[in-house]
C-alpha cells in the first residue's frame, strides 16, 4: 500500500473561501490548495509552494487545524499497482495577500476561485473541503431567499396601516354623527307647512285695511261732531236789530 503525506491550507476571507478545481483523466472536483510534501519539505513550506503554485498569491500559514488520515481505493491505476492508497493530509489556517487568482498549468489543478460559502454545496467538491471546513469551525450558510423590493408590499397582501377594517373608521377621521331616519337634522329647526285656508303670517292684508278704514271714519266722526257743535253755537246767539 502506497502512503502519500499532503498539506493544505483552509483561506477564508469576506465569507468566500479559497478552492482550487482538481482534475484527474474523467475525475474531477474543488477541493483545498495543497498538495503532496517533497521528500524532506517542511509541512508549511509545501503550504505556501502549493497556494503559489495553483492560486498565483502568496499565503502566510497560520495554526494547525488538524491532520486528516485515511486509506483510499484510487480509480484507473495502472496494471499490477495496488489501488488502495493511505493518506495523511495535514490542514493549517492561512492568509494571502491581495492579488489577481492565476490558473496553474500543466498541474493537477486547472481553475482558482474565490467561492462563497452559500454556493459551496451547489458544486461538485471532493471530501477534503468538508474536512477542512469543519476543522476550521466554519459552517455553510444557506443561500437566501428572493424577496420582493424593499418597501414594496407583496403582491396580494393587505397593508393593515392603510386599509381599515370593514365597519371600522379610517384613523385620524373622526366618526360624524348621521341623524336617524325621521329626525330633522341638527342645527335646523323643524318646520311645519302652513295649515289650509290660514294666510302666512307675515301677508295680513285684510287686518291692514280694517285699520285703515278705522281710521278714516273716527276722522269723519271728528269732523261732524265739530259741525253740529258750530251750528248750535249760531243758533243760540242773538241777531242785531
Do not use: C, F
Amino acid at each position: 500500500m502506497d502512503l502519500r503525506v499532503a498539506a493544505y491550507a483552509v483561506v477564508e476571507r469576506r465569507g468566500k473561501i479559497l478552492l482550487t478545481h482538481w482534475r484527474r483523466g474523467h475525475l474531477h472536483g474543488w477541493t483545498l490548495p495543497g498538495g503532496g510534501l517533497d521528500a524532506g519539505e517542511d509541512p508549511r513550506d509545501a503550504v505556501v509552494r502549493e497556494v503559489l503554485e495553483e492560486t498565483g498569491l502568496e499565503a502566510k500559514v497560520g495554526k494547525l487545524l488538524g491532520i486528516d488520515s485515511r486509506v483510499m481505493v484510487r480509480e484507473d491505476v495502472p496494471e499490477g499497482v495496488e489501488p488502495e492508497l493511505h493518506t495523511i493530509r495535514i490542514v493549517y489556517r492561512a492568509t494571502v495577500k491581495d492579488g489577481p487568482l492565476r490558473n496553474e498549468i500543466g498541474g493537477s489543478s486547472d481553475e482558482a476561485r474565490w467561492v462563497p460559502l452559500r454556493e459551496i454545496k451547489t458544486l461538485r467538491t471532493l471530501s477534503l473541503v468538508q474536512t477542512g471546513l469543519r476543522m476550521a469551525g466554519i459552517t455553510l450558510r444557506k443561500s437566501p431567499v428572493k424577496s420582493s423590493k424593499a418597501g414594496q408590499p407583496k403582491q396580494g397582501a393587505k397593508n393593515p396601516a392603510k386599509q381599515p377594517k370593514q365597519g371600522q373608521p379610517r384613523q385620524n377621521q373622526p366618526k360624524q354623527n348621521q341623524p336617524k331616519q325621521g329626525q330633522p337634522k341638527q342645527n335646523q329647526p323643524k318646520q311645519g307647512p302652513a295649515k289650509q285656508g290660514q294666510p302666512k303670517q307675515e301677508q295680513k292684508p285684510a287686518q291692514r285695511s280694517g285699520q285703515r278704514h278705522g281710521r278714516a271714519r273716527r276722522r269723519a266722526d271728528n269732523t261732524g261732531g265739530a259741525q253740529n257743535a258750530a251750528a248750535q253755537t249760531s243758533a243760540h246767539t242773538p241777531t242785531a236789530e
